[in-house]
């Protein structure tokens, strides 16, 4: 059976660093951080004083009043993400092609703020008091049911829930339904909305966070002195379609995709995989799948969380991979700036890096001021860097061992 060629045609966001696509490009590329202190916890409970929140974020401007007190934020936020990609893909979801047309939305933890809200009432009033709508709020799934409630999707329809691979995953996912024939458009991406008391409480005590309580240089990748990530939120949804269909409808192309690597690690609940092997494998299963030698990947945007373990272990893996040409190879991790959005990071970074293969321009790695001999590869430090590339590749690894690779391509 011949693979269908499977292209992006639109895409829309929300984050730390602007809630649409340009705005939060323009941050990136001027190096601007969306960290700062913690608002929406107490600050003064958690050993962790920094986060990367969404501002400015008004669900009525994307959904009715009553509808959107019946979503938590991730699913606000993954709504309002996708009706920017649709209209940004010009599509409209007719009778014709609603059954051709679906939505495969990641979530690493879904409505964590909706269960520690109603637990809370449940608490202190019993069942009664706890509301109707708290499940369907709650369950990570709901991003994809209410995109596709909203635009009328009635083909596949699905989440992955690979921690902080989920929106790489996702979008993998995605495209392997329309290179196989089973839908021809697809709205696909990630959303997540950590900020929340128990969400602080758990990856605090788990010392996963950074403790530095400078927002401006809590999250530095690569750097020596880096002490944990930077927890972030969000949503980024990309339109993937068909050639033929956004031929047909005389579509703007933004790129195409063209290989996805999937892998488990089977190591550890945490901790990657010693020297980063299940992330070699991804990344070579993402390349031989696009067909593609590592000389044709000109810019790689790495999980890079500023943990200790990731930044080496990522480093030590794409050297694996790519051989010598990891010495040209420009690697730079913009959780720098938006810090690490968990089951949305992937798709925020796949939607960075086809901007950066459109806009021939490499996102830096900010707060990069003292090297690790460990991580020894070209992190576009500080500044971002004027480039024209034809390939890029995204880099997702997430709890539990996944890792997941994407790889876009100019089209051609």
Request: with cysteine; glycine share 10%; aromatic share 8%.
């Amino acid at each position: 059976m011949e693979k269908k060629r499977v292209v992006i045609t639109g895409m829309g966001a929300v984050s730390p660093v602007g809630n649409n696509v340009d705005e939060m490009w323009d941050s990136i590329i001027s190096g601007r951080s969306g960290i700062d202190t913690i608002t929406k916890v107490n600050k003064d409970d958690y050993p962790a004083k920094v986060a990367a929140e969404v501002k400015d974020f008004n669900p009525t401007d994307f959904i009715d009043k009553k509808e959107a007190r019946k979503m938590d934020p991730f699913t606000q936020y993954a709504v309002a993400a996708s009706l920017m990609a649709v209209k940004d893909a010009n599509l409209e979801i007719t009778d014709e092609i609603a059954y051709r047309t679906g939505v495969w939305i990641g979530s690493g933890i879904g409505g964590m703020g909706t269960y520690e809200e109603q637990f809370e009432k449940f608490l202190e009033k019993g069942y009664r008091r706890v509301s109707p709508f708290f499940i369907p709020m709650m369950i990570p799934d709901m991003a994809a049911g209410q995109v596709s409630i909203t635009l009328g999707a009635k083909a596949m329809n699905s989440c992955s829930v690979t921690a902080c691979a989920s929106g790489a995953n996702s979008i993998g996912d995605a495209f392997k339904v329309i290179q196989r024939g089973d839908a021809d458009i697809m709205i696909t991406g990630g959303t997540e909305s950590p900020m929340n008391k128990m969400s602080f409480a758990g990856f605090s005590a788990a010392r996963a966070l950074s403790f530095n309580e400078d927002p401006q240089s809590a999250s530095r990748p690569f750097d020596k002195n880096r002490d944990g990530f930077v927890m972030g939120e969000g949503a980024g949804i990309i339109i993937l379609e068909t050639l033929e269909s956004a031929q047909k409808r005389g579509a703007h192309i933004y790129g195409e995709i063209v290989g996805y690597g999937a892998t488990g690690d089977a190591h550890h609940i945490t901790a990657p995989a010693p020297e980063g092997e299940g992330a070699v494998r991804a990344m070579q299963q993402a390349l031989d799948d696009a067909g593609m030698t590592p000389e044709d990947i000109g810019y790689i945007n790495a999980h890079g969380t500023s943990t200790e373990l990731n930044d080496k272990f990522e480093t030590m893996a794409a050297r694996q991979v790519f051989g010598d040409h990891a010495n040209k190879l420009a690697m730079s991790s913009t959780k720098s700036m938006t810090g690490h959005l968990l089951g949305a990071a992937g798709a925020i970074e796949a939607i960075i890096s086809l901007k950066a293969m459109v806009e021939g321009t490499l996102p830096p790695t900010i707060n990069y001021e003292t090297p690790d001999p460990e991580c020894d590869m070209d992190y576009v430090p500080n500044e971002a860097r004027k480039a024209e590339v034809d390939a890029v590749m995204s880099n997702s690894l997430g709890f539990g061992g996944h890792n997941a690779s994407l790889v876009f391509k100019k089209h051609q």
